[in-house]
């Protein structure tokens, strides 16, 4: 028997990569990181060499679908400034089933989007994982708050997080650094607030620190230990098993630039590439035993995809206190102000019309137009909502292509219409004017009226897909004959396979799932530390 080349090989270097290999490597692992995208370097954070340049442009958007990016270019914080962070969706094609459309919104380099990412950094309460069993629908996680606790206060306590505690029960208290600043209207906002809507408790945002050296600092952390290897260019086309056993034996990628491909042998692979392109290269993963794909024994790889319902509204307002002198215009976390968690179905008596519900989170006086809130809602986990293969198409290294559908129900439409209720209510209550487009030009506006379908919804909501918070299709649970993984992030067919980023979400909570990403990463990137320390642990050798 040969020995492996690696005792894990991760695939990604996101927020769910860069936790695993983290800890894998400082417990001792010989790490092999594989990443679809390039390194970055100071070249690609260009200031802006005019006023507007991190601002909407209709001309830049409509220059880069030109260049390619016709999806890509749809992206709220797809700017001048960041186009060059995001794929090109030539080389990086997708479809759609019938009658659904989503915007997938993609990044492939080191550290992925997280050189996009607003750096919320919200806990899930039990409330959330067990939700299932107050109301009935789909399942409940297999974890705890409790069991949670120590990994959300690891990520917390090494990357810090600006925010305060708040004793908000579906909003667990964390570790932070200081106080999350706050504008002077912010802080008058939440004091009306407090006083006209008490069944709403609002808090500050809690932020992650922004990373102005641009390296992922659990990349870093992995870096230092010495067992640690980043190969950047390597597209993941599949992983590879053992006919008899069934379990990882390696992985096989492709050089992005010369198209050679290599396979790589290793003890445990971890599959953390983001929910969409995991599931993918999970069901392209086919062969031996795993005749439907890598994982599906269950039948279920691939499905119950969610994303958040998303709805906004803005406008301008006569004075913005901005974000700072010497504000680094790729410290996207500074853009948030104030957070008001879920307050729909928090009572027995409480009947909105849906299931489950949505936060609040704004902006006043930061930046340009002036204000904005948007509400961010829990799409529920339906099995017709899935991923796919679709073996007409192939992307630019001939990897099969994945075909999305996820399609919006009855019960977020019924909260859709509660967050236009909710967000129109925030204008009258507070005096926030209602004139997003106001400080736009004619044109832009034109644009808007006619490019909307592309990005909203006949109720107002952004289009599925547009929130970049999709979630699902290797949902963990502790049924083999239901579930793709299991408590642990690992696949029950094949034990030295785990999946730590959010396709492992059995559902998609109304928080940001960034710091539960990263928490359920450093919790696998432990346990397979330790499986491969303790031979009573260890998966059985391919």
Known sequence: ???????????????????????????????LMLEAGRKLSPADFPQPDHEGGSRVSIVSRVSSILRGQHVQARCMSFTPTTAHLFVNDRENPYTTGAKARFNWYRSRQVGGRLHLWGRNALRLSDQEFKAADRDGFGDTWPVTHAEMDPWYARVEAFLGVTGEAAGIANLPDGHYSGPHPLTRAERDLMAEMAEK????????????HHMPDRTPPPLAAAQATGRFELRSGAVVSRIETDPETGLATGVTYIDADTREETTVTARTVAVAASTIESVRLLLNSKGGRHSAGLGNSSGNLGRYLSDHLMMFRAGTLPEIEGMGSGHDPYDFGQQSGI?????????????????????????????EPGWFFMAIGEVLPRADNRVEIDPSKRDAWGIPAAKVT???SDNERAMARDMDKTLKDICATYGLPDDLLGKESLISKIAYKF???????????LVPGSSIHETGGACMG???????????????????????????????????????????????????ADDLADPDRRPPCA
């Open 406 to 408: 996820l399609t919006h």
């Open 451 to 461: 490019a909307g379908p592309l990005v909203y919804t006949p109720e107002g909501a």
């Open 1 to 31: 028997m040969t020995t492996p080349d690696w005792d894990i090989v991760v695939i990604g270097s996101g927020a769910a990569g860069g936790w695993v290999a983290k800890e894998a490597a400082e417990r001792g692992l010989k790490t």
């Open 197 to 208: 809507w008490p069944d709403r408790p609002a808090t500050t945002c809690r932020i992650i």
């Open 478 to 528: 502790t049924d083999p004959a239901r579930h793709v993984t299991d408590a642990d992030n690992r696949l029950h067919d094949a034990p030295n396979v785990f999946v730590t980023d959010s396709a492992a979400f059995p559902t998609n909570p109304f928080q940001n799932p960034g710091l539960t990403i990263m928490a359920l990463s450093a919790r696998a990137g432990a346990r397979i």
């Open 339 to 367: 957070y008001i968690p879920s307050f729909r179905n928090r009572d027995p008596g409480d009947d909105p019309g849906f299931l489950r519900g949505y936060a609040l989170l704004g902006s006043v006086g930061r930046l």
